[in-house]
Nanobody, 124 residues
Framework: QVQLVESGGGLVQAGGSLRLSCAAS????????MGWFRQAPGKEREYVAA????????YYADSVKGRFTISRDNAKNMVYLQMNSLKPEETAVYYC?????????????????WGQGTQVTVSS
């Protein structure tokens, strides 16, 4: 069982940066693929980024490549999402998720545990 708690959301102007954090509980955290997703009002939850258990591989949605960076610290049971050059259309609730597998996946349905989400609002 893994419990996830996100933090770091807030209000930022377009072009600004935010760093989201996800604190995970559970002794097997290091064996999970970790991902970030987001969901805007009236839209489906969409994949943003994911990282393998070792941190050796990362995968990003095309829309965030070059601007967002996912990282993890297994010693601290933490996952991070550094978001730069934010755009107003990226306003959403951002979720941290864990997958009981070694392979990265993009569909939300393939992730087993979810946090409660943190709101990110980008003003124009």
């Amino acid at each position: 069982q893994v419990q996830l708690v996100e933090s770091g959301g807030g209000l930022v102007q377009a072009g600004g940066s935010l760093r989201l954090s996800c604190a995970a509980s559970g002794r097997t955290f290091s064996s999970y693929v970790m991902g970030w997703f987001r969901q805007a009002p009236g839209k489906e939850r969409e994949y943003v980024a994911a990282i393998t258990w070792s941190g050796g591989s990362t995968y990003y949605a095309d829309s965030v490549k070059g601007r967002f960076t996912i990282s993890r610290d297994n010693a601290k049971n933490m996952v991070y999402l550094q978001m730069n050059s934010l755009k107003p259309e990226e306003t959403a609730v951002y979720y941290c998720a864990a997958r009981r597998d070694y392979a990265i996946a993009t569909p939300p349905a393939l992730y087993d545990y979810w946090g409660q989400g943190t709101q990110v609002t980008v003003s124009s």
